[in-house]
């Protein structure tokens, strides 16, 4: 058979998204302060947008039209949904205006500022801080080495983790310091000389191996009474008993009765286990809640957080001046491409705002007992049930609901904390793993610290409560709470 070149049709269905709705997607799962950063570079970039300042009226009108949770969201409320997204209009004229955009999403009014802007006051300054590499470099650098032993402590800094600890043997250290200083000959008993001063700085206990030599490190430097010289020895010569808290063991080796087992014990538990975490450069998670929970007499109103929804409108000046403009000239395509990125980014921020206002609302209207009573009236709730009743698929409140957050009475929460699979009990309303999750929390919480409560027991105690769960399931998720079995809880509440 003759192989011949030839035309065929095929007819086929292909889902395709527009830039507008690619950009709603994206913009929908954004975070509020990753929301912040991209209007902000936005800004720089697209003179067509500007920040809408006149602020104070449009409050009181947003104000006005707030919402309670019970009432019903219009009809005609738009969306973020790929079924039903509308294609951006190429119009040169502005079809969007702010109170159109945010008719249906209240926002919470501003308090007073003050009439001194440049005045910022002491609470709110904070010490600059210090990481540990800087803190050894500084008492590296001030430090009377002999010949090339400040080129070895380098080396040795720079091979301590953010905890404290050593992370590579000193023969890998050797080498590094052999590969990287061709000039340079040393030796482990140098490098080890090193090492020994290096463990002298701050924080006591740095520059360690393993937890063992932290800890002796910083008992050394504790005043030597009995009880510390016998801790030293102790994790010296059965540190693994130590792990395991076997401490009839210890007690027969090292001839100690009860109280003075508790004072060895206790004088290991008073050592850090971790010397370098105090100079750890950790900054708390900047977290800008998307939507606002505020008790209502006749409920509660769920309102959008306006930090997290800038005020962005379109600059008219430019407008006008493109009316000016020949339609064909390059000045002419410039302004409506930036109007229509400009139109898009707040047609995006519209849909984003909207559809978390509607997760917003049926969360709250689900979850309302939990604000009044707390975890352990959390009810089971999964996103599928939000897609089915808002009419949005599951991917969509996927995305309104990771990395965004509520600020309510109880505290800021993500929307996902919200949602917890149901356990079924037998006839009864089923109870959310979260609600299962603090009813054991509190009775351990509430247990005799000489009797723990085993998960047998834990599981008879729930049923009292008429709550049905399996042993393994408590086990499961008292494990997740990082929470020690029975016995385990036994020997820590010894020596608390």
Known sequence: MALMPGLQINIGQQLKLTPQL?????ILQYSALEVQQTIATTLESNFMLELDDEREE??????EASEVIDST????EAELDIESAEVLSDDLSVDCEWEEIYIDSPISSLSTASNNDDYTAPENYTAAEISLHEKLAWQSDIYAWEDSQAVI???????IDDEGFLQNSLEDINQIIAENEPDLICNLTEIEAVLAIIQQFEPTGVAARDLSES??????AEKQTPYVVTAIQLIKENFDLLSIRDYKRIKKIYLLDDDELMEVIQTIQSMSPRPGRAYSSIQNEIVIPDLKVFRHKNGFMVELNQDAFPRLTVNNTYIDMANNIPNNSKESKQIKEQLLEAKGLIKSIKSRGETLLRVGRYIVEKQARFFDEGEQAMYPMVLRDVAESLDLHESTISRATNQKYIQTPRGTFELKYFFSTGVSQY????????????HIKQLIENENPAKPLSDNKLMRLLEEKEINVARRTIAKYRESMNISSSSERKK????K
């Open 58 to 63: 449009e409050e009181k009108d947003a104000l």
């Open 22 to 26: 690619q950009q709603s997607i994206k």
């Open 153 to 159: 402590a380098d080396y040795i800094i720079d091979n």
């Open 427 to 438: 006839g009864n309303e089923d109870q959310s793993a979260i609600a299962i999750k603090s």
């Open 73 to 76: 969201p219009s009809d005609n």
């Open 492 to 495: 820590m509440n010894q020596f």
């Open 215 to 220: 800890l002796i490190l910083q008992l050394k």
